[in-house]
């Protein structure tokens, strides 16, 4: 989160919930943004995780979409 400056504001979530959010989904056997609602809608999944949500695809794109060369080398 330190080094990584996208969104101006954090609420509710910091950069790195969203890279974890994209990773998790890939680690799932998500293959696009998409399926992280698939993940948001598991009870279990959230539990095992300790989180009461996750954000959403939409987010998760907007998210992406803030990336510059800069950033990623940053991440």
Known sequence: DSTVK???IHKPYHESDHVLNVAYNSLCG???LDDIELRRNDAVFLDALGVSSLPDPTTAGDFCR???ENSIMDL
């Open 6 to 8: 996208l969104l101006k």
């Open 30 to 32: 998500g293959r696009t």
């Open 66 to 68: 803030r990336f510059d």
